[in-house]
């Protein structure tokens, strides 16, 4: 059977060795001390392997259902959730005066990680409600902050985003869900939404739906979109709640993965509504917390991929099954463990050294959130700006790659749902869709990002990857991974080269790249945190370290990133330097 | 709805224009007209699409069911089995002595790719039996296939190959299951057999189970196994049924996919056998058939990713959803459809010239196996079983992806298990690991075949790839074609010597390289079918074509798969060489 145990000690070395939070500047960081996380990161460890990932399998096989109307979780769920409330987790990095614990977002990300691998479709479930939260946080009047934030941070009322309709999902502008003004300042809202993600259950007293509709009347297209709070049970003025809302599920979508989740085919007709911000500004509204949502999805893919792993090796060091070439390993037993075997190993390594790579680049990235938010640095929330179509898009790609290659480990058992490694890869796969499909991550990056500020967080970015490359290479023995970084970074610049000189001429030339753009740089961010651990790990060697183990597994798996998945930046290069025409020379009646 | 087209005028165009078969020298390809094959191929095309299509979605949903020991097929099989059997298509390629229609093995291949891919868990059941068929064939005694033969060949008798048990899947001299001799001439069967695809169903009258065991008393390991028909209704003298066999299928596995495949833990309860072929050399028995198996898969990879591309093509051209960057192409409508989008395109065609040129390359080799076969071609026979592990593995890795690409073009609608997209997935999963999984096909490639019979068999592939640029050379219009394949091909061969050379040293040094080998190798065989295939429609436009968009698009498609996919081999070299050292420097104990 399948387990789960939370990677503490590779969160505490991101967090400390690498990222060295405690002393940085961010407002809050510096009650981040190691033995403090250490403690925060162990509880949540413990809740992930213990509570949330028992009930994975059960959430796969049961499924959400829905009797009249009525939505039911699978077994397991409600308790489940009831803990997480009881210890505080879903309003970890949200303000105390709304009940949160005020932390800072990094540790909720670290932490997110954990649950989201032990129980993906379980996690969405207060996911979805602190994105909600963080939408009426940023941009709901002060009664609808006292009305709605306090619930839904300890989660007794749980979130929604509502954004697509059956004929509209990217392209936004094309939505019908409309909303009339009425005289007491409400909206009355109509329309239907499709996938929406706890759209309906039984975990919470009442769910806040955020929906995105047009005020008819109003400009055409995108600009015409508003957001309005439709809570399912309409709220009285004492706060207690009242009447059901207009709102029903019509249907749970039968998915391929994230059994336990109930996605939501959602029926507003006529549903009383209030405006959140400003009128056709609700896109705007969206996209303030979009940055996190994303982030948050690049968590789902290392998470999964994390738990994968965690099997894949276990699965790898017990199952024997042939002899190392080079001589038996288990000369005792019929057989040596799958382990011995070199495929198995790239294999294994490929997995291993994404993962921690992988977490070091994401838990960088919400470093970055905390910096802009909390410390109000411009610089960071460029970067990070930028960089979030990258840990979208390539993290879910990569990260599904890798749950597909754990089950591989597995061999026919991996085929067979009993042993668990087939729901990693199906629920992995969502991730790679959900919250901007990732081709629109990658033309986000390059429509959209690269050229942002005229170029000015692209440029920061390769100063810093210079600046550091420079550095770096003064310290003994980070030459060899400092090289592959520097290469992988001329490709970078190369390819954004290319879209600069080549995309004046022709959009197409730039974005036919694109996809390739955003893994070439996914590259780059990895191998920049793999030299940056592996920095850390001679830095606590040449300092005597009492775990000398972990320091050297550390710089072996940095040099298996270096030498087997930094060449990839190569191939990027030379792909989107074959420019427009090998992609659009053919008539869509040619295909 | 999903739905599938057999592709039949490119199967045509591969079969006349590229591989010229009806004038080749093999015995039986004079028959081969285009008229003949086209007839073929259209009939073949028609019950694909028409009846095993939409029983593909069924098979998914309703899955097989036991009930007292019986399997029941999903709604519809049953019908449809017959009416293939009616079409004598189980028995296309079989001696016409049998029953069969003694066509060759690419005309059977061309077909088995429609019904694969419009179902590929209802097209199991005789594609097992065929393999069983081959087995009998090709060991049996005269009275064996007298009475198995007539029967398997027309699907009357289906039949299975029992490898794998519990504790052992690939490590076969593991193996439990003991055949006890009995005075008779028989011998009693025990033991437990697991991942029987087709081990037990309600098609047919009579199942005959290939079963590996090991006779008490005889060598150790794999050495030791020797091949047993085990039928489930025993076979009277005058060729009619008599009693139940001691076999029982013990349950049916839950899978990702291949629902409508019965996947049975099969019991042997000393039930009767009888040996197939010689003692103790049951492994040579399976491997004669193995290259067949295994190209058989492999054409599953390219069927399923066919199916997804139809309906991801579809997708794109009907969902509006954005618009064109360069201006609107459908001015008139609310948005353009997806595939305007750069992205999409270069997704789209990642799918077509993968799955065009893996077609020609199955079918390629499928002309091998005639030649050798049929025509007693030693070379021939070298060359297929050098390239078979590159069929299965690299053919179905690739052929996987496609069909994740796919399902991303639907975007969430791809993760709806109504839209049919997952499903293409989730069956595509299978063929990356049964007939070894495709790690066993990289150690079969590098362990066993590139240094088999001397080396001989490379040489000759490096020799003809030579050849054909040197030739190809000489044609106006090929440069842009051969040059990129010259260069992949200077990458294999440095990837070879590199393994000849450091491989002597340490072994792993070749095994930690072994999966990049795979797919090099596969890219320069997809890269020089292209390369046939634009030579092919540069001789049909200059000889003028009445089609000149088909040959259009073939010179479109060959210049992206040039441009896009042939760089990823110099990434596969700098991983090879990057040699064992980052794949092999932990420990176990420190992963």
């Known amino acids: 059977m399948p387990s789960y145990t939370a990677p503490t000690k590779d969160t505490q070395f991101v967090l400390h060795d690498v990222l060295k939070i405690s002393t940085a500047s961010?407002?809050?960081?510096?009650?981040?001390?190691?033995?403090?996380?250490?403690?925060?990161?162990?509880?949540?460890?413990?809740?992930?392997?213990?509570?949330?990932?028992?009930?994975?399998?059960?959430?796969?096989?049961?499924?959400?259902?829905?009797?009249?109307?009525?939505?039911?979780?699978?077994?397991?769920?409600?308790?489940?959730?009831q803990q997480?409330?009881?210890?505080?987790?879903?309003?970890i990095d949200m303000p105390e005066e709304f009940g949160g614990q005020g932390m800072p977002y990094v540790l909720g990300t670290a932490v997110g990680e954990f649950f989201s691998g032990a129980n993906q479709a379980f996690t969405m479930y207060q996911g979805l409600t602190h994105g909600a939260a963080s939408a009426i946080l940023a941009h709901g009047t002060e009664e609808q902050k006292a009305t709605y934030l306090p619930k839904m941070v300890a989660c007794d009322w749980t979130g929604t985003m509502n954004l697509t309709e059956p004929h509209c999902g990217t392209d936004l502008g094309l939505m019908r869900t409309k909303a009339e003004p009425q005289d007491d300042g409400s909206y009355r809202v109509t329309g239907q939404k499709i996938f929406i993600s706890a759209g309906e259950h039984d975990l919470a007293d009442n769910i806040v739906h955020l929906v995105l509709a047009k005020i008819p009347g109003g400009p055409a297209g995108i600009k015409g979109v508003s957001l309005f709070i439709v809570p399912k049970v309409l709220v009285n003025e004492d706060g207690s709640l009242g009447p059901r809302n207009a709102v029903s599920c019509g249907k749970i979508e039968e998915k391929m993965g994230i059994h336990g989740n109930s996605t939501c085919v959602m029926n507003y007709?006529?549903?009383?509504?209030?405006?959140?911000?400003?009128?056709?500004?609700?896109?705007?509204?969206?996209f303030t917390m979009m940055n996190e949502a994303r982030i948050g999805v690049g968590m789902q893919g290392v998470a999964q991929a994390e738990i994968a792993f965690q099997n894949a090796l276990a699965y790898a060091k017990d199952r024997l099954q042939g002899r190392d070439v080079t001589g038996p390993k288990n000369p005792d037993g019929p057989a040596d463990p799958l382990i011995v075997h070199p495929d198995i190993r790239r294999n294994l390594m490929e997995q291993k050294s994404f993962v921690e790579g992988a977490r070091a680049f994401l838990l960088w990235g919400a470093t970055l959130i905390d910096a802009s938010h909390r410390g109000g640095d411009k610089d960071a929330d460029g970067l990070i700006s930028l960089m979030?179509?990258?840990?979208?898009?390539?993290?879910?790609?990569?990260?599904?790659?890798?749950?597909?290659?754990?089950?591989?480990?597995?061999?026919?058992?991996?085929?067979?749902?009993e042993w668990g490694m087939s729901q990693y890869t199906r629920d992995a796969r969502i991730a790679m869709i959900y919250e901007g499909a990732n081709g629109v991550q990658a033309l986000d990056l390059v429509g959209r990002k690269l050229a942002q500020d005229g170029g000015k967080h692209v440029m920061a970015f390769f100063d810093m990857v210079k600046t550091y490359c420079k550095d770096a290479d003064e310290t003994d023995g980070m030459a060899e991974f400092v090289e592959p970084l520097k290469r992988a970074s001329k490709d970078l610049q190369a390819a954004a080269m290319y879209f600069m000189s080549e995309g004046m001429k022709n959009p197409n030339a730039a974005l036919a790249g694109s996809y390739d753009f955003m893994h070439l740089f996914g590259h780059v961010c990895l191998g920049m945190m793999w030299?940056?651990?592996?920095?850390?790990?001679?830095?606590?060697?040449?300092?005597?370290?009492?775990?000398p183990a972990f320091h050297g597994t550390k710089l072996a798996t940095a040099r298996f990133y270096m030498a087997r998945q930094m060449p990839m930046t190569a191939t990027h290069l030379a792909?989107?330097?074959?420019?427009?025409?090998?992609v659009m020379a053919l008539d869509a009646a040619n295909f």
């Open 575 to 582: 792909r989107i330097q074959s420019g427009a025409e090998p």
């Open 26 to 81: 961010t407002p809050g960081y510096d009650e981040m001390e190691p033995a403090f996380t250490a403690a925060v990161l162990e509880e949540a460890g413990k809740i992930a392997s213990e509570v949330l990932a028992p009930l994975n399998p059960v959430g796969d096989t049961e499924g959400c259902r829905m009797e009249n109307g009525v939505v039911y979780t699978p077994t397991g769920f409600k308790d489940a959730f």
């Open 84 to 91: 997480m409330q009881a210890g505080g987790w879903p309003g």
């Open 269 to 286: 007709d006529g549903a009383t509504g209030w405006l959140l911000g400003e009128e056709h500004k609700g896109m705007r509204a969206m």
């Open 531 to 547: 030299a940056r651990m592996a920095e850390a790990s001679l830095a606590a060697l040449a300092a005597g370290t009492d775990d």
């Open 388 to 417: 979030t179509p990258v840990i979208k898009g390539f993290l879910t790609d990569k990260g599904y790659e890798m749950t597909v290659q754990a089950q591989q480990i597995y061999g026919g058992h991996g085929y067979i749902e």
